[in-house]
């Protein structure tokens, strides 16, 4: 039987709880316990973190995103370098805003048209985190992205290095799916061996968690409108350590942590619970 503890904060609270509601019920955890700050355990066999929670955990125990991937999933500036920086990942073109002032008043206008559509606008994310679509940005801002001419959107489950499910964001009728947000759209489930997320997006899902170090993540990643005579594009996003969970996915991470667990313990258990291939919605933290 295992000890575990999950760590989450008020930003991941809502899918943090229900993580938590989840791993009390299931009868291969003999204690679960969950920290919301810097609250110290003595001990316990497993330590998880969710979402933005950087608690201490104890020594000798089995770490579940360890405070270092959880504070590069955290800082959007510094997940976007790391995104840029790894083999096999492509991100959108972006810039830091803090670079701008470097950029000679004679070239500034041909340097910012480089991320701007056809509207001239680009998305802006703020040192909060959030994203919009604006034509203008300040020292407030962390970074502008370049729209991608997107067909399709995407968030790509993974944990320890495989792809355990996905979902398709879908805009609801009227609105323009610009920034997909679990406000303006409903999620439909794929099947990961017959979906447009092909298997380099799947495998470039998996390279982005990893880039961060992340056990498991949640990966948006687009797709670009298909140019004829060429291949298509994928894009990842953004990586979440506390993506939202629908009843499926719940009970497929619950299911991933204790497989997780027996790998390293080296125990083989098959006893995971059967999951259900019915399409459910399934949002954004």
């Not at 299931?26 to 204690?31: C, E, G, I, Y």
């Not at 947000?181 to 999620?187: A, E, S, Y």
Request: with cysteine.
């Amino acid at each position: 039987m295992t000890d575990i503890v999950i760590c989450y904060t008020g930003k991941s609270c809502v899918t943090g709880k229900a993580l938590f509601e989840k791993l009390k019920m299931d009868a291969r955890f003999r204690k679960v316990r969950k920290v919301l700050k810097n609250k110290r355990i003595r001990s316990t066999d497993v330590f998880l973190r969710w979402g933005n929670a950087s608690s201490d955990n104890p020594e000798g125990c089995i770490e579940i995103n360890n405070v270092d991937a959880i504070i590069n999933a955290s800082s959007k500036k510094r997940m976007i370098r790391l995104l840029n920086d790894a083999e096999g990942v492509t991100v959108p073109p972006f810039f830091f805003t803090r670079n701008v002032e470097s950029i000679p008043d004679e070239e500034y206008n041909d340097f910012i048209a480089q991320y701007q559509d056809e509207e001239g606008n680009f998305f802006v994310r703020d040192n909060e985190g959030k994203v919009r679509y604006d034509n203008d940005f300040g020292f407030l801002d962390s970074y502008v992205m370049k729209p991608i001419d997107k067909v399709r959107e995407y968030r790509v489950h993974v944990f320890d290095g495989e792809v355990i499910a996905i979902y398709e964001k879908i805009p609801n009728e009227g609105e323009s799916g610009l920034v997909r947000k679990d406000i303006n759209c409903k999620f439909s489930r794929c099947n990961p061996s017959n979906t447009r997320c092909n298997d380099g997006a799947q495998q470039m899902c998996i390279d982005a968690v990893n880039a961060l170090g992340l056990t498991f993540g949640g990966v948006d990643i687009i797709r670009k409108r298909k140019v004829k005579g060429e291949e298509f594009e994928f894009f990842v996003t953004e990586v979440n350590s506390s993506p939202a969970l629908n009843t499926n996915t719940i009970q497929t991470y619950v299911d991933r942590v204790v497989r997780f667990i027996n790998k390293i313990r080296g125990v083989t258990d098959d006893s995971e619970h059967t999951e259900s291939n019915d399409i459910e919605s399934g949002g954004d933290t």
